[in-house]
């Protein structure tokens, strides 16, 4: 995503901020990925003071939101008495495909429409799954599969190419996924939001800004479609699942694996 349409993402982490209000939990270490300027680090930081914020900037920040991200690292580490939270390279994530911290080390993820931008969201998970700590809570929201949707009977000019989100799960492959990956209790729910257009203009630069359309680099020298909809839908997505039992046995590939920490050495004799 660009940011063009960072009121969308201010939306959206909104909606699911009011989500994460009911929810029950003691948090020292919290992700946000990825992060941008705006409503994430000071709610998280009313709801949760002692915690200390670990953040994967959003990748192609204006020098605007970059002075705005130092500012709000810089408040961070104040409210919190100067502990300073990691910062995580998301591009680093893409290319290796891990995210730079330890096992156990994290409460909560906090992932504001980042999965369909992945090619792999599974792996995701399990970068979750190995950070967060017994008990911790990851939580998230993605477009989903029907986003979009008005694009494809459109009869597109050669030079534009109508694209796929990456990762076009709805919201049954993602909840099957937690599961698979040791998950606890996923909660799902998806959302329809309708954006209506009085220009093409406007339609066609969000459909560039949301990746679904790939336009020639100036596009003002280029034919549009005859007409494009005045309509754009956004499947939201939204998500969350605990870490529970991390240290049982699980089962891969008709293997049982036990963590260490389940062995145990009985000390002493039986009696006779």
């Not at 050669?158 to 040791?182: C, F, Q, R, T, V």
Request: glycine share 6%.
């Amino acid at each position: 995503m660009t940011q063009s349409i960072r009121w969308l993402q201010y939306e959206i982490a909104d909606r699911m901020l009011q989500k994460l209000d009911i929810v029950k939990l003691q948090a020292k270490d919290i992700l946000i990925v990825p992060d941008f300027p705006g409503v994430h680090a000071s709610f998280l930081r009313n709801r949760f003071p002692k915690a200390k914020l670990h953040t994967a900037p959003e990748l192609g920040m204006t020098a605007v939101d970059a002075c705005r991200y130092k500012a709000s690292r810089i408040l961070d580490a104040i409210l919190s008495f100067f502990r300073f939270g990691s910062i995580i390279s998301l591009d680093s994530y893409r290319k290796t495909g891990k995210l730079d911290l330890p096992d156990n080390s994290i409460d909560l993820i906090f992932s504001d429409l980042l999965l369909q931008d992945l090619p792999d969201p599974k792996h995701f998970l399990k970068e979750c799954w190995r950070v967060l700590r017994e008990g911790g809570l990851l939580t998230f929201s993605y477009l989903g599969p029907d986003t979009g949707k008005e694009l494809k009977p459109i009869d597109w000019p050669e030079e534009y190419l109508l694209k796929n989100l990456l990762s076009p799960w709805d919201m049954h492959d993602m909840g099957d996924a937690l599961i698979s990956e040791g998950f606890s209790d996923p909660v799902m729910d998806m959302e329809f939001i309708n954006l209506t257009y009085e220009s093409d203009t406007t339609a066609l630069a969000d459909a560039k800004n949301l990746g679904l359309i790939q336009a020639p680099a100036n596009d003002a020298n280029s034919s549009l479609p005859p007409k494009l909809s005045d309509r754009l839908t956004l499947e939201v997505v939204y998500g969350h699942a605990w870490a529970i039992g991390k240290h049982l046995a699980r089962a891969q590939d008709h293997v049982a694996y036990i963590d260490l920490n389940q062995i145990q050495r009985k000390s002493g004799l039986d009696p006779a």
